[in-house]
């Protein structure tokens, strides 16, 4: 089973080119970075982890930028974000942005989305709270036009882009889809996000997997999921990566008996000194 990692980095932490190192040194495979661009002192959402919201929330470094640097010192480990808020960003500057990692990473981005659930952060970026999962939808069908090898264009319900010259691509090969749309195109694509129908479709439709937080329950979820995948016609299986995991012998049985292939496991928001602690006391893991 591949052991990666994901972490609060901010203006306090190790950096991202000293964690990078020491985990391509350390044999992880990967390295997934959360997302906030800001958090609102009004916030009146109450955090998914319980109040006082940790300080890290606010001060999170931008996961793209910080990926960009850890891709610079690394030759081996997965890049991935963990989760990106998709609804947030303009779709046509973050298609390029996230083609350019995937690109100057050597094919080694995973695309980890999710749909939040600070209220207020995403009222800030314009977003109407209840429409926010079908403008993800559209917003990722967008992006995926532009990543189509041929100029293609999108029109939907939230966004449009004509046909466009758009380069560089992501270099990970297209995945066999179904009869409608025959191939996904882009990097390995995860969503975030509790256990569902609503969720399960969406995997199915535009995604590789599911990146369960904890990853507990999986027991009863996963068939769910697989059924989901089956009624949309997806060849193969969907990836299943437990996210944030804190991690004992038994747990990462429980998940290799379930067939699972990744686990990111959760590090403290510290400092260099901590972290590397916190990398030792996994090492049994790896």
Not at 235 to 257: I, M, N, R, T
Not at 258 to 272: H, N, R
Request: hydrophobic letters at 40%.
């Amino acid at each position: 089973m591949r052991i990666a990692t994901t972490v609060f980095l901010t203006d306090e932490t190790i950096s991202p080119v000293r964690l990078a190192s020491e985990l391509e040194q350390r044999g992880f495979a990967g390295l997934y970075l959360p997302q906030h661009t800001h958090i609102p002192v009004s916030r009146e959402t109450p955090a998914p982890t319980g109040d006082p919201l940790p300080r890290e929330y606010g001060r999170a470094l931008d996961p793209l930028v910080a990926l960009g640097q850890a891709a610079a010192v690394t030759e081996r480990i997965e890049l991935g974000t963990g989760v990106l808020l998709v609804a947030q960003h303009d779709p046509v500057v973050l298609a390029k942005q996230i083609a350019t990692l995937d690109f100057v990473s050597g094919g080694r981005f995973t695309l980890g989305i999710g749909y939040g659930w600070n209220v207020e952060e995403a009222a800030d970026h314009g977003v109407e709270w209840k429409t926010r999962r079908a403008l993800v939808r559209d917003r990722m069908a967008l992006m995926r036009a532009l990543w189509a090898e041929e100029p293609t264009g999108y029109r939907g319900e939230f966004d449009s882009v004509g046909a466009s010259f758009a380069h560089p691509k992501p270099l990970r090969t297209p995945r066999l889809r179904g009869a409608d749309v025959p191939h996904l195109v882009g990097p390995r694509t995860l969503i975030g996000g509790g256990a569902g129908p609503k969720l399960f479709a969406h995997v199915a439709e535009y995604a590789d997997g599911w990146m369960p937080v904890g990853g507990s329950g999986l027991k009863e979820t996963i068939p769910q999921l697989r059924r989901a995948w089956q009624e949309a016609g997806r060849p193969g299986e969907p990836q299943v990566v437990p996210y944030a995991v804190h991690p004992s012998a038994g747990k990462l049985a429980y998940f290799a008996d379930l067939g699972l292939e990744e686990v990111v496991v959760g590090l403290p928001s510290a400092e260099e000194t901590e972290i590397l602690r916190a990398l030792d006391a996994h090492a049994d893991f790896l």
